[in-house]
């Protein structure tokens, strides 16, 4: 597979985590020791407190990635940049939101080691 592929196949399993309720296992195991979240409300998580928060949030009931760009940093670190979009039951409009994860490779794979968001109109 390509980097575009591992990346994006990691992505799309974080949104599912986040559609099926195990977001906090899958990110607490995905981030690197010193990962950050900045979210669109300008909170900066850490990993810890990502997957504190992740499990205490109702879940996503579908979502879509478009837009995806492949920004190669190094060798052994990449960034993937796209739209986001997540539909939640009972609300009125979906969120739409700029993303970008900046993913290290390891000896145990890519770990995500910064994500960010900025809320779309």
Known sequence: MTVIDDLLELEHAGWKSLCDGSGDQFYGALMTDDAVMVLANGMVMDRATVASALGESPPWARYEITDVRLVEI???????????TGWRDGADEPFVGAMSSVYRRTADGWKLALYQQSAKS
């Open 74 to 84: 190094s060798g052994d670190a990449a960034a993937l940049v796209y739209t986001g």
